[in-house]
Protein backbone atom coordinates (compact mmCIF):
# COMPACT_ATOMS: atom_id res chain seq x y z
CA UNK A 1 0.00 0.00 0.00
CA UNK A 2 1.59 2.98 -1.08
CA UNK A 3 1.54 6.01 1.65
CA UNK A 4 0.69 9.50 1.64
CA UNK A 5 2.70 11.74 -0.80
CA UNK A 6 3.55 15.27 -0.80
CA UNK A 7 4.42 17.27 -3.64
CA UNK A 8 6.89 19.48 -3.90
CA UNK A 9 9.10 18.33 -1.49
CA UNK A 10 10.95 21.61 -1.33
CA UNK A 11 9.42 25.07 -2.84
CA UNK A 12 11.48 28.66 -2.45
CA UNK A 13 9.42 31.41 -3.55
CA UNK A 14 9.48 35.29 -3.39
CA UNK A 15 7.30 36.92 -0.99
CA UNK A 16 3.82 37.92 -2.57
CA UNK A 17 4.34 35.16 -4.84
CA UNK A 18 1.58 32.23 -4.93
CA UNK A 19 2.80 28.68 -4.30
CA UNK A 20 0.63 25.12 -4.51
CA UNK A 21 1.19 22.36 -2.35
CA UNK A 22 -0.40 18.89 -3.33
CA UNK A 23 -1.11 15.41 -0.79
CA UNK A 24 -2.27 11.94 -2.04
CA UNK A 25 -3.47 10.39 0.67
CA UNK A 26 -3.28 6.84 1.14
CA UNK A 27 -5.84 5.21 -1.02
CA UNK A 28 -9.28 4.88 0.76
CA UNK A 29 -8.95 6.90 3.57
CA UNK A 30 -11.77 9.64 3.69
CA UNK A 31 -9.86 12.26 6.21
CA UNK A 32 -7.42 14.26 5.22
CA UNK A 33 -5.14 16.65 7.29
CA UNK A 34 -3.28 19.40 6.92
CA UNK A 35 -0.50 20.47 9.69
CA UNK A 36 2.21 23.10 9.56
CA UNK A 37 5.45 23.61 11.64
CA UNK A 38 7.05 27.14 11.31
CA UNK A 39 10.88 26.40 12.99
CA UNK A 40 11.22 26.62 16.32
CA UNK A 41 7.20 25.76 17.15
CA UNK A 42 5.39 23.35 18.02
CA UNK A 43 3.52 21.42 14.58
CA UNK A 44 -0.12 22.99 14.18
CA UNK A 45 -3.21 21.86 12.64
CA UNK A 46 -4.45 23.61 9.74
CA UNK A 47 -7.34 21.85 8.54
CA UNK A 48 -9.41 18.25 8.70
CA UNK A 49 -11.23 17.29 5.47
CA UNK A 50 -13.96 14.41 5.36
CA UNK A 51 -13.90 13.45 1.53
CA UNK A 52 -14.49 16.59 0.01
CA UNK A 53 -16.16 18.32 2.78
CA UNK A 54 -14.11 20.22 5.39
CA UNK A 55 -15.19 19.07 9.06
CA UNK A 56 -12.76 21.19 10.62
CA UNK A 57 -10.62 24.75 9.52
CA UNK A 58 -10.09 26.35 12.78
CA UNK A 59 -6.48 26.49 12.32
CA UNK A 60 -5.96 27.92 8.62
CA UNK A 61 -4.01 30.99 9.71
CA UNK A 62 -6.10 33.52 7.35
CA UNK A 63 -7.61 33.90 4.47
CA UNK A 64 -4.39 33.90 2.00
CA UNK A 65 -4.59 30.09 2.55
CA UNK A 66 -6.87 28.12 0.42
CA UNK A 67 -7.21 24.18 0.97
CA UNK A 68 -9.45 22.17 -1.64
CA UNK A 69 -10.30 18.43 -1.87
CA UNK A 70 -12.27 18.05 -5.23
CA UNK A 71 -13.55 14.46 -5.66
CA UNK A 72 -12.50 13.61 -2.29
CA UNK A 73 -9.34 12.41 -3.30
CA UNK A 74 -5.98 14.55 -3.29
CA UNK A 75 -5.68 17.64 -1.50
CA UNK A 76 -4.33 21.25 -2.73
CA UNK A 77 -2.83 24.03 -0.20
CA UNK A 78 -2.03 27.60 -2.09
CA UNK A 79 -0.72 30.01 -0.18
CA UNK A 80 -1.54 33.16 -2.21
CA UNK A 81 0.11 35.67 -1.76
CA UNK A 82 2.87 34.08 0.26
CA UNK A 83 4.61 35.80 3.42
CA UNK A 84 8.33 35.75 5.18
CA UNK A 85 5.78 34.37 8.18
CA UNK A 86 4.49 31.13 5.98
CA UNK A 87 8.11 29.70 5.34
CA UNK A 88 7.67 26.07 7.37
CA UNK A 89 7.04 22.46 6.40
CA UNK A 90 3.50 21.75 5.86
CA UNK A 91 2.65 17.87 6.65
CA UNK A 92 -0.26 16.12 5.16
CA UNK A 93 -2.01 12.89 6.79
CA UNK A 94 -4.81 10.93 5.97
CA UNK A 95 -6.28 8.29 8.49
CA UNK A 96 -9.45 5.80 7.42
CA UNK A 97 -13.02 6.23 8.82
CA UNK A 98 -13.16 6.58 12.56
CA UNK A 99 -9.87 5.26 12.81
CA UNK A 100 -7.32 7.23 15.14
CA UNK A 101 -4.26 6.55 13.55
CA UNK A 102 -3.17 9.50 11.09
CA UNK A 103 -0.47 8.72 8.49
CA UNK A 104 1.80 11.26 7.82
CA UNK A 105 3.53 12.34 4.34
CA UNK A 106 7.00 13.09 4.30
CA UNK A 107 6.40 17.26 3.82
CA UNK A 108 6.75 20.08 1.81
CA UNK A 109 9.65 22.52 2.91
CA UNK A 110 8.69 25.51 2.19
CA UNK A 111 10.85 29.12 1.91
CA UNK A 112 9.52 32.50 1.52
CA UNK A 113 12.33 34.67 0.83
CA UNK B 1 -0.87 27.43 23.73
CA UNK B 2 0.32 24.09 23.19
CA UNK B 3 -1.55 21.21 24.39
CA UNK B 4 1.69 18.51 24.71
CA UNK B 5 5.01 19.44 26.20
CA UNK B 6 7.96 16.36 25.62
CA UNK B 7 10.60 16.57 28.66
CA UNK B 8 13.77 16.63 28.03
CA UNK B 9 14.74 18.62 25.26
CA UNK B 10 17.37 16.86 24.08
CA UNK B 11 18.87 13.32 25.38
CA UNK B 12 22.12 12.15 24.25
CA UNK B 13 22.80 8.22 25.38
CA UNK B 14 24.79 5.60 24.44
CA UNK B 15 23.96 2.63 22.50
CA UNK B 16 22.43 0.05 24.17
CA UNK B 17 21.33 2.41 26.96
CA UNK B 18 17.61 2.83 27.36
CA UNK B 19 16.07 6.49 26.52
CA UNK B 20 13.52 7.59 28.28
CA UNK B 21 11.13 10.79 27.12
CA UNK B 22 8.17 12.24 28.32
CA UNK B 23 4.55 14.43 27.49
CA UNK B 24 2.23 16.41 29.43
CA UNK B 25 -1.12 17.74 28.19
CA UNK B 26 -3.71 20.41 29.47
CA UNK B 27 -6.82 18.90 28.12
CA UNK B 28 -8.79 15.95 28.33
CA UNK B 29 -7.79 13.22 25.78
CA UNK B 30 -9.30 10.46 23.66
CA UNK B 31 -5.71 8.72 22.72
CA UNK B 32 -2.36 10.15 22.84
CA UNK B 33 0.26 9.00 20.21
CA UNK B 34 3.71 9.12 19.48
CA UNK B 35 5.47 9.66 16.31
CA UNK B 36 9.17 9.95 15.83
CA UNK B 37 10.80 12.18 12.78
CA UNK B 38 14.41 11.53 11.09
CA UNK B 39 16.58 14.70 10.32
CA UNK B 40 14.23 16.06 7.04
CA UNK B 41 12.14 13.12 7.07
CA UNK B 42 8.38 12.67 7.32
CA UNK B 43 6.30 11.75 10.33
CA UNK B 44 6.87 7.77 11.08
CA UNK B 45 3.55 6.70 13.75
CA UNK B 46 4.99 4.95 16.42
CA UNK B 47 2.48 3.79 18.81
CA UNK B 48 -1.22 4.71 20.36
CA UNK B 49 -2.49 4.34 23.72
CA UNK B 50 -6.02 5.43 24.58
CA UNK B 51 -7.00 7.45 27.22
CA UNK B 52 -8.72 4.17 29.25
CA UNK B 53 -5.03 2.24 28.92
CA UNK B 54 -2.26 2.74 31.33
CA UNK B 55 0.19 1.18 29.00
CA UNK B 56 1.14 -0.63 26.12
CA UNK B 57 4.31 -1.98 24.25
CA UNK B 58 5.37 -2.88 20.45
CA UNK B 59 9.02 -4.21 20.31
CA UNK B 60 11.36 -2.25 22.11
CA UNK B 61 8.95 0.72 23.15
CA UNK B 62 6.82 1.14 25.73
CA UNK B 63 4.29 4.13 26.29
CA UNK B 64 2.74 4.68 29.94
CA UNK B 65 -0.02 7.12 30.18
CA UNK B 66 -1.43 8.83 33.12
CA UNK B 67 -4.85 10.75 32.73
CA UNK B 68 -4.85 11.71 36.40
CA UNK B 69 -1.38 13.16 35.71
CA UNK B 70 -2.01 13.91 31.88
CA UNK B 71 1.08 12.86 31.14
CA UNK B 72 2.46 9.95 29.23
CA UNK B 73 6.46 8.82 28.74
CA UNK B 74 7.92 6.54 26.08
CA UNK B 75 10.68 4.55 26.83
CA UNK B 76 12.93 3.03 24.42
CA UNK B 77 14.98 0.01 25.17
CA UNK B 78 18.28 -1.08 24.35
CA UNK B 79 18.54 1.70 22.49
CA UNK B 80 20.38 2.00 18.30
CA UNK B 81 21.86 4.08 16.57
CA UNK B 82 19.77 4.23 14.11
CA UNK B 83 16.68 5.36 17.11
CA UNK B 84 18.35 8.80 16.53
CA UNK B 85 15.63 11.02 15.83
CA UNK B 86 13.03 14.17 16.90
CA UNK B 87 9.84 11.96 19.11
CA UNK B 88 6.83 14.06 19.11
CA UNK B 89 3.73 13.22 21.43
CA UNK B 90 0.52 14.28 19.89
CA UNK B 91 -3.04 14.16 21.84
CA UNK B 92 -6.38 13.49 20.12
CA UNK B 93 -8.49 16.02 22.34
CA UNK B 94 -11.97 14.95 23.79
CA UNK B 95 -14.39 16.83 21.40
CA UNK B 96 -17.50 15.94 20.21
CA UNK B 97 -18.46 15.26 16.25
CA UNK B 98 -15.52 14.04 13.95
CA UNK B 99 -13.27 16.48 14.65
CA UNK B 100 -9.53 14.76 14.65
CA UNK B 101 -6.66 17.36 14.93
CA UNK B 102 -3.80 15.99 16.72
CA UNK B 103 -2.12 18.83 18.82
CA UNK B 104 1.51 18.06 19.26
CA UNK B 105 4.25 19.35 21.24
CA UNK B 106 7.55 20.65 20.45
CA UNK B 107 9.41 16.92 20.78
CA UNK B 108 12.41 15.72 22.10
CA UNK B 109 15.56 14.90 20.06
CA UNK B 110 16.79 12.16 20.66
CA UNK B 111 20.91 10.97 19.63
CA UNK B 112 21.93 7.44 20.17
CA UNK B 113 25.57 7.53 20.30
CA UNK B 114 27.95 4.09 18.16
Known amino acids: EAGVTQFPSHSVIEKGQTVTLRCDPISGHDNLYWYRRVMGKEIKFLLHFVKESKQDESGMPNNRFLAERTGGTYSTLKVQPAELEDSGVYFCASSSGLRPTQYFGPGTRLLVL | SQQGEEDPQALSIQEGENATMNCSYKTSINNLQWYRQNSGRGLVHLIL???NEREKHSGRLRVTLDTSKKSSSLLITASRAADTASYFC??????????????WGLGTSLAVNP
Open chain 2, 49 to 51: IRS
Open chain 2, 90 to 103: ATDPLRAGNNRKLI
